[in-house]
């Protein structure tokens, strides 16, 4: 079955501390890795797509990597406004759907 | 302009009543979902759709039946609701799946 694993479940920065959350994934002929924000009350943003080994991708203060079996959501700079929740996702090809991990909850200090 | 809009957005009701709940997407998006993000913020698929016909149909009771009147428009009517069903659910719409979903604010059921 796919699994999805986000650590750690929860982290404290400080307003420019820069760090990076982990989504680590088991699942057969993966179509693409997903990154999405979610902030209290609110439905996930969509933040990235990731297709293949190797690739990046990057959207303000975020850097998004992919492995073979894992990927990092680099976050440099964080400002507070940064904090949510940060959800990560796997596709595997001709499934349709998206499995989600639990996700991590950043805050960030200012 | 909302893009996905969900009403109600919060539910509160008693054990063994019906309730529905619907959604609307105006970004003309072939497929729509519905999710649910329990306590711990889980978000589990429960349906998907692609113009109007179901797609996806994962292991959820039959009290839940998804309805698609047209490729804009998914709604969920949840029957004789059980405190279990106490969650947040989610719509989505997407034109292909690795495109990203776009999600609604989500509906926050509660069953008393």
């Known amino acids: 079955e796919d699994q999805v694993t986000q650590s750690p479940e929860a982290l404290r920065l400080q307003e420019g501390e820069s760090s990076s959350l982990n989504c680590s994934y088991t699942v057969s002929g993966l179509r693409g890795l997903f990154w999405y924000r979610q902030d209290p009350g609110k439905g996930p943003e969509f933040l990235f797509t990731?297709?293949?080994a190797g690739e990046e991708k990057e959207k303000e203060r975020l850097k998004a990597t992919l492995t073979k079996k894992e990927s990092f959501l680099h976050i440099t700079a964080p400002k507070p406004e940064d904090s949510a929740t940060y959800l990560c996702?796997?596709?595997?090809?001709?499934?349709?759907?998206?499995?989600f991990g639990k996700g991590t909850k950043l805050t960030v200090n200012p | 302009d909302t893009a996905v809009s969900q009403t109600p957005k919060y539910l509160v009701t008693q054990m063994g009543n019906d309730k529905s709940i619907k959604c609307e997407q105006n970004l003309g998006h072939d497929t729509m979902y519905w999710y649910k993000q329990d306590s711990k913020k889980f978000l589990k698929i429960m349906f998907s759709?692609?113009?109007?016909?179901?797609?996806i149909n994962e292991t959820v009771p039959n009290r839940f039946s998804p309805k698609s009147p047209d490729k804009a428009h998914l709604n969920l009517h949840i029957n004789s609701l059980e405190l279990g069903d106490s969650a947040v659910y989610f719509c989505?719409?997407?034109?292909?799946?690795?495109?990203?979903?776009?999600f609604g604010s989500g509906t926050r059921l509660t069953v008393v």
């Open positions: 989505a719409s997407s034109p292909r799946v690795d495109s990203g979903y776009t």
């Open positions: 990731l297709y293949s």
């Open positions: 759709y692609n113009n109007k016909e179901l797609i």
């Open positions: 996702a796997v596709e595997q090809g001709g499934s349709e759907k998206l499995v």
